[in-house]
C-alpha cells in the first residue's frame, strides 16, 4: 500500500457525529445533546489523541470511531479515579 492509499483508508475510517451517535453511542450518550456536552467538555483531549476532527460550519465535526470510543473510556475511568481519591 503507497502513501496515498493509507492517508485515503484513515480518512475513510472518520465518520460524522450524527452517524456515529445513531450507530455506535450505545448507552454511553443516550441523547445527541449528551454526546456534544461530551465533546465540549473533552475537546482537547479528543482532538490530541485522533478521536476528533473539529470542522466549522455546517459540515461538521468529525469522529474515529475506535479512537473515540477508547477515549470516552479512558476519561470516564479517569474521572471516577478521581472521584474516590477525593
Known amino acids: 500500500m503507497d502513501n496515498t492509499e493509507q492517508r485515503a ?3 475513510a ?3 460524522s457525529l450524527g452517524e456515529y451517535h445513531g450507530g455506535h453511542a450505545g448507552a454511553f450518550f443516550p ?3 449528551s454526546l456534544d456536552w461530551f465533546i465540549k467538555c473533552n475537546r482537547r483531549e479528543l482532538v490530541e489523541v485522533g478521536a476528533l476532527i473539529p470542522r466549522e460550519g455546517r459540515a461538521g465535526s468529525l ?3 475506535h479512537k473515540f470510543g477508547h ?3 479512558n476519561i470516564l475511568r479517569r474521572r ?3 472521584k474516590t481519591s477525593a
Open 9 to 11: 483508508s484513515e480518512l
Open 13 to 15: 475510517g472518520y465518520t
Open 31 to 33: 441523547t445527541r445533546s
Open 63 to 65: 469522529i474515529e470511531p
Open 71 to 73: 477515549a470516552v473510556i
Open 80 to 82: 471516577a479515579l478521581e
